[in-house]
């Protein structure tokens, strides 16, 4: 399923950060950047949004299934494209 590759891409892109390692951020970010322009029908409206503003914390909460996921400049609006 394409949101289990995505979510792994994301952790590897929260690792990578955290270790400053900017090879794995740039293969990471091309991976996730690469799975929304080939399967973009097929992703969560919801996913999409934060995927295509590259919130990718917001993206990792959200495939996680977190409660709290902190509102960004676009709060409020219905409209996920």
């Known amino acids: 399923m394409i949101e289990t590759q995505i979510r792994e891409s994301l952790q590897q892109l929260k690792d990578a950060i955290a270790n400053a390692d900017s090879a794995e951020i740039k293969r990471s970010m091309g991976v996730i950047d690469g799975a929304l322009e080939e399967h973009r029908r097929e992703i969560n ?10 919130s990718y914390m917001k993206a990792l909460a959200f495939l996680n299934n977190e409660n709290e996921i902190p509102r960004g400049r676009c709060a409020g609006r219905k409209d996920f494209s």
């Not at 996913?47 to 590259?54: E, W």
């Open 45 to 54: 409206p919801q996913l999409r949004h934060f995927l295509k503003n590259r």
